[in-house]
């Protein structure tokens, strides 16, 4: 579970882009070692590691109502030094692009070759 999760400025903007018809899906994770909580003005993860960003299942699932909520599933494998893992950000693209949202959590140890399955669930709320 996510110490602190955050849509951020730019997450907004990929969301009204999307309601308009415009602009791409946010289904690449990245992955990194920062551990200052997320912030709305984040524009991506505070440290990456090297690893590429992995490219997403996305889904249409039901939390509270039907459809309601995002799910995006991508598994990323350690390439390089072991590492311990505290971020992950989405974004809408491979390389560069924008993040939609970004997440700090509790240590993962990872060694080379160890890999990370992260599930992504962001629920649109009435409330």
């Known amino acids: 579970m996510a110490d602190t999760v955050k849509v951020l400025d ?7 882009n999307r309601i308009k018809g415009a602009g791409t899906e946010p289904k690449f994770v990245g992955w990194g070692v920062g551990t ?13 590691s090297a ?24 598994s990323i494998t350690c390439a390089g030094a072991g590492k311990a893992i505290t971020e992950i950000a989405l974004f809408d693209a491979s390389t560069d692009g924008n993040a939609f949202l970004r997440a700090t959590f509790s240590e993962i ?3 080379v070759g160890d890999s990370i399955e992260f599930t992504v669930n962001s629920v649109f709320d009435q409330g």
């Open 36 to 48: 200052t909580a997320a912030a709305n003005d984040d524009t991506g993860l505070e440290t990456a």
């Open 10 to 16: 730019d997450g907004m903007a990929i969301i009204t």
């Open 51 to 74: 690893e590429a960003r992995t490219e997403c299942t996305t889904t249409r699932q039901q939390t509270n109502v039907a459809n309601d909520t995002y799910r995006a599933v991508g």
């Open 109 to 111: 140890n990872v060694n």
